[in-house]
C-alpha cells in the first residue's frame, strides 16, 4: 500500500455540553476508527470543523492524534487556510507536533488565480520537511485545481498526494497519490489506479469501505450496498449529519460550533433510516 493511501477518516472533533474541545471523548473516537478500518485519521479538516477550532485546539488534537495512536495509524494534520502566513505557521506547529503530514486546501473566497495558487501551495512546502497532500474541492473553496496545475505542483519535492474532491475530469497524476475525497468517489477513484480515499463514511462502515480497497473484485457491489448511507451523510451540510449518526450510536461527540446547527428532526430521520437499513441502529 502507497504511504498515504488507504482509509483514512477524516475525524470529527468532539465538543462537550459547553462547546469545548472533548479530547477524552476525541481519544477514545480514534480508537475506535482505528480499529474499525481506518488505516489513519485526518485531524482538523472540513469533517473536523477546522473554521471554528482555535490554533491551540488543533495542536492539542494533533499532539493527542501523535500520542495516543502514532504507533497505530497515520495522524494527518488539517493545515490550510486562506492566508498563506497562517497556512505555513499551522503547518509548522503540526511537524512540531510530530504528525505524517499536513493536508493543505485550497484557499477559499480570496480566489486566488493560477499564479497565486502555484506560489502559495510551494511556500507552503518550502517551509517544510512534512509531506504535502493538496485539498481541491471547487465546491467549497470557489476555485479549482485542474490536471495541469497539479502536474507543475507535483514537480514540488514534498507535495506528494491530492485529495480530489471534484468529480469531473479525474485522472490519475504522476508523481502524486490520487485519493478519494468523496466517500461516493472511493470506488472510481480506487478504479484509476488511486490508493485510497479520506473519508466520512467510515466513521461507521470503515470495515466495508476498507473492503473496497483489499477485495477489488467486490468494489463495486460494495460501493453500490453503501450508497443510501453515503447520500444520508449529506443530506445537509457535512458534518452535521455525521455528528447526528455518532451520538445516536452513543459516541457522545456532541454538537457543533455556529454557524453549523443541529441536524433537524427531518434530518435526523434520513440518518436514523439509513443505520437501520445498515443494521447499524436497532430498530424498535
Not at 493536508?103 to 520537511?129: I, M, Q
Not at 453500490?224 to 459516541?251: C, Q, W, Y
Amino acid at each position: 500500500m502507497s504511504s498515504f493511501g488507504g482509509i483514512l477518516t477524516a475525524m470529527v472533533t468532539p465538543f462537550d455540553r459547553n462547546g469545548a474541545l472533548a479530547e477524552e471523548q476525541a481519544v477514545r473516537l480514534m480508537h475506535h476508527l482505528l480499529d474499525n478500518g481506518s488505516d489513519g485519521l485526518v485531524l482538523t479538516g472540513t469533517t473536523g470543523e477546522a473554521p471554528t477550532l482555535s490554533d491551540d485546539e488543533k495542536v492539542a488534537l494533533w499532539r493527542l492524534g501523535v500520542e495516543e495512536c502514532g504507533d497505530r495509524g497515520r495522524i494527518i494534520a488539517g493545515t490550510g487556510s486562506n492566508d498563506t502566513r497562517h497556512t505555513i505557521e499551522l503547518t509548522e506547529r503540526a511537524a512540531a507536533a510530530g504528525v505524517d503530514a499536513a493536508l493543505v486546501v485550497a484557499p477559499y473566497y480570496n480566489k486566488p488565480n493560477r499564479r497565486g495558487l502555484l506560489a502559495h501551495f510551494r511556500a507552503v512546502a518550502a517551509a517544510t520537511d512534512l509531506p504535502i497532500i493538496l485539498y481541491n474541492i471547487p465546491s467549497r473553496c470557489a476555485v479549482d485545481m485542474p490536471n495541469d496545475l497539479l502536474r507543475e505542483l507535483a514537480e514540488v519535492e514534498n507535495i506528494v498526494a491530492v485529495k480530489q474532491a471534484r468529480y469531473e475530469d479525474l485522472e490519475p497524476i504522476e508523481g502524486l497519490e490520487l485519493l478519494a475525497g468523496n466517500d461516493d468517489m472511493l470506488a472510481r477513484v480506487l478504479d484509476l489506479g488511486g490508493s485510497g480515499g479520506i473519508t466520512v463514511a467510515s466513521h461507521l462502515v470503515g470495515p466495508q469501505m476498507r473492503r473496497m480497497i483489499d477485495e477489488p473484485e467486490q468494489r463495486q457491489q460494495i460501493h453500490d450496498s453503501l450508497r443510501d448511507l453515503f447520500e444520508a451523510l449529506f443530506v445537509t451540510t457535512s458534518p452535521i449529519p455525521i455528528k447526528a449518526a455518532l451520538n445516536m450510536l452513543g459516541h457522545d461527540v456532541g454538537g457543533l460550533r455556529l454557524p453549523l446547527v443541529e441536524a433537524s428532526e427531518e434530518e435526523k430521520a434520513v440518518v436514523r433510516a439509513a443505520l437501520e437499513r445498515h443494521g447499524l441502529l436497532a430498530t424498535v
